[in-house]
């Protein structure tokens, strides 16, 4: 599949722009984790951006999101382990998560949530000024951005990475797309 592929796809099934954004948000990391561990960073950036394909499709029915997302990645092309880490990375199905990949998507998905709110709170409401001492900060506040899983970020530590350094990663990796993000 080609990136115009899964982005017209995306257009197909998804209205809302927020949750576009989020997919954009999650691709970005997911390459910049792939090229951290030395993965593909093609693989991985597909199985980000494709992840949530299926949210407005699925009406948010836990029972059935990702389901139809990894039918439909599987459609454009993914492999396998692409659809395999797009139903684990929606623990209702009880799915283990087993490759680096199904780990890697798991812990990429909410940091975009704690990174995007911690723009949304500075004055200007951008990434570029945003430090990643002030994300790891937020990351200790529970009541800010509260729905986002701490423990889910955590996980990196499954993929050998520390916090802080997952942090850094992540925010870099989605500076460098902010005016697709709208930060
Ligand atoms: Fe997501």
Known sequence: MTRE????SIKANVENQNLVKHMLATEAIMRA???RLGEDEEEWGFTGLLHDIDV???????NTHSKLGADLARELGASETMAHAILAHNEAHGIPRETKLDKGLFCADPLTGLITAGAL???DKKLAGLEAKSVKKRFKEKSFAAGVDRQQIAQCSELGLELDEFIELG???????APSLGL
Do not use: G, H, Q
């Open 33 to 35: 984790l792939a090229r």
């Open 56 to 62: 407005e499709l699925t009406e948010e029915d836990m």
């Open 5 to 8: 592929e899964a982005l017209d």
């Open 121 to 123: 709170v500075r004055p």
């Open 171 to 177: 925010l870099e990796a989605m500076k460098k797309i």
